[in-house]
């Protein structure tokens, strides 16, 4: 289930973006500070654009799992601007369609509620799981599209990424 943040939600997301296994194709594990300062930035996006990450739980547990939403990356790029399509799971729950299924949700939502033209996803190549989920829900790569996030610097191996992109035109619009 896709949900607005609840203060309960700080602990488990701090745990989340600590995980090694969670962040391993991200720049660094986040701090307990660090992560309370992203869930901020995800709130004030909310309340800039009206959409952004939401807090992921399994219904029947309620228990928070992670984030899948949208996003306007903060930075420049060839692509830039654009609306990002994004989630991040806890790993135990990795590997049970969670991630593909939410991220439909956010397909529709995007193109059918904001009536977004386009979304676009990136990772860098070694993230075969998010890629797969990129995949599974439409998304295209053009391998000439691919580029170097210019907030890494040169050298950094996570600094190049993938683009994959999905246009609401061609989307396959996911069943409930």
């Known amino acids: 289930m896709l949900r607005n943040w ?13 995980d090694p296994r969670v962040m391993e194709f991200l720049p660094a594990r986040l701090s307990p500070i660090e992560s309370d300062r992203m869930a901020d930035r995800i709130e004030n996006h909310f309340r800039q654009h009206g959409f952004g990450l939401y807090a992921l739980e399994l219904r029947q547990e309620r228990a928070f799992i992670g984030f899948a939403g949208l996003s306007i990356p903060a930075f420049d790029a ?3 601007p654009c609306v990002e399509i994004g989630w991040r799971l806890s790993a135990e729950y990795w590997g049970r369609g969670l991630a593909t299924e939410a991220a439909g949700a956010v397909v529709r939502f995007a193109f059918e509620s904001l009536a977004l033209d386009a979304l676009v996803s990136f990772t860098v190549p070694a993230n075969i799981r998010s890629r797969r989920v990129m995949e599974k829900i439409g998304m295209i790569r053009n391998p000439a599209e691919d580029f170097d996030h210019p907030q890494l610097p040169e050298g950094h191996p996570l600094r190049r990424h993938v683009l994959y992109r999905l246009r609401r035109a061609t989307a396959r619009m996911p069943v409930d």
């Open 6 to 18: 609840e203060t309960r939600d700080r602990e488990p997301f701090a745990r989340l973006n600590s």
């Open 78 to 80: 060839r692509f830039t």
